[in-house]
Structure formats: C-alpha cells, structure tokens
T-cell receptor, first 113, second 115 residues
Framework: KAGVTQTPRYLIKTRGQQVTLSCSPI?????VSWYQQTPGQGLQFLFE???????NKGNFPGRFSGRQFSNSRSEMNVSTLELGDSALYLC????????????FGSGTQLSVL | AQKITQTQPGMFVQEKEAVTLDCTYD???????LFWYKQPSSGEMIFLIY??????QNATEGRYSLNFQKARKSANLVISASQLGDSAMYFC????????????FGKGNQVVVIP
C-alpha cells in the first residue's frame, strides 16, 4: 500500500506570491490533516479535512486555506507569502481521524525569499 | 488547552543501550491518546507507539515501550537496544477526543546513537 505522498518536495517562492501544496493520502483514508513545522514554533496544526469538509482548524490567518477532493486528495494554499511562512509542511492521513495513528508524508519544504 | 512538554536536551546514546525520552502533558479531558513519532533527517514523521488514556497496560511495539503514568501525566518512551538508525528527533503528541481533537506535539528530543 502506498504511503502518504506530498508534492512538491521543495519549493522556493518570493514574498507576495501564492503557493499550492498537494497531498495524496493512503488509499481508503478519508481524513487529511496539515501541519506546519518550523524550528521556532515546532509542529503546529493547520487544519483537518474529512469527506471534503473542513472539520477542524488551527490558529492560522486566513491566508492559509485548504480543500479536499472526492478522492480524499487534499491541497493547501498559502496566499501572499511572508518570510515567516518558510517551513516544512506535513500532511497526515488516517481512516477517520479519531482515536488512531496518523500516517505522515515526507513533507514539502517551502522557502520564501 | 493542550500542552506537551519535552525538556531533555539532545542526547548521545551508545549503540545497544536503552534510552528513555521524557514527556509530560497537561489536559483536563478524561479521554485522550498519547503518541510518539520519530522524525529522521528525511523529514517524514514515523509513528512509533500509541497509548490511550483508558488503557491500563503500558503500550509496547517491538523495541519501543511507553511508560504511562496517568496520575503524573507522564508518557515516557523507552527505546531498548538502540540502533544507529534510531538517530532522529522524537516527538511526543497528544489528542483530546472530546476537546479539539487535533494532534498537539511537543518540541521534540534529538537522539544520536553512537557506535
């Protein structure tokens, strides 16, 4: 069974641009969560999608948004990039998101110049 | 609000030795789950072990065991017989099932296994 796939692996953008990251969960998993990891703040929860609906949201500004498609694949979008958005963005999937382990992808390393 | 504390500095461990990584947590929920993940330099978070708040037995998964002390709100990870491939960051995480149900992570512990 294929694991969680995140694309692209690396991204370099400049301030003010927008970016879209993609996550393909493990087959059969319907819950997809996104996390931001930085050296200073550690791992922070962005949001969770289940069956195409945002079920949970962290404390990030509206520039961070996401969506989930009918095949459970998810995208995360960041508009008007800031230097502080440079981070490793990790996606995790699980069957239904409750009482179970999350399987993570290798992440997308975003650098904002 | 959830809070996970991992305060140990980076650790050097001799190969084949056991290592214990400390984790304390704070929650007012009665139903929650505790997780440990490993993150090697490649970046991927790898699930190691899970303990539910109502589980009476300490969880074990191969060389990993979780020393769960509910009254102390402690969930320490024990890695037995360390291997060179165990060198990584280790994160403790908690999920409150009747709270916000999001996985909250500690800051992590760096472990380097030396031959």
């Amino acid at each position: 069974k294929a694991g969680v796939t995140q694309t692209p692996r690396y991204l370099i953008k400049t301030r003010g641009q927008q970016v879209t990251l993609s996550c393909s969960p493990i087959s059969g998993h319907r819950s997809v969560s996104w996390y931001q990891q930085t050296p200073g703040q550690g791992l922070q929860f962005l949001f969770e999608y289940f069956s195409e609906t945002q079920r949970n949201k962290g404390n990030f500004p509206g520039r961070f948004s996401g969506r989930q498609f009918s095949n459970s694949r998810s995208e995360m979008n960041v508009s008007t990039l800031e230097l502080g958005d440079s981070a490793l963005y990790l996606c995790a999937s699980s069957l239904d998101g409750y009482n179970e382990k999350l399987f993570f992808g290798s992440g997308t390393q975003l650098s904002v110049l | 609000a959830q809070k996970i504390t991992q305060t140990q500095p980076g650790m050097f461990v001799q190969e084949k030795e056991a290592v214990t990584l400390d984790c304390t947590y704070d929650t007012s929920d009665q139903s929650y789950g505790l997780f440990w993940y490993k993150q090697p330099s490649s970046g991927e978070m790898i699930f190691l072990i899970y303990q539910g708040s109502y589980d009476e037995q300490n969880a074990t998964e191969g060389r990993y065991s979780l020393n769960f002390q509910k009254a102390r709100k402690s969930a320490n990870l024990v890695i037995s017989a360390s291997q060179l491939g165990d060198s990584a960051m280790y994160f403790c995480a908690m999920r409150e099932y009747y709270g916000n149900n999001r996985l909250a992570f500690g800051k992590g512990n760096q472990v380097v296994v030396i031959p």
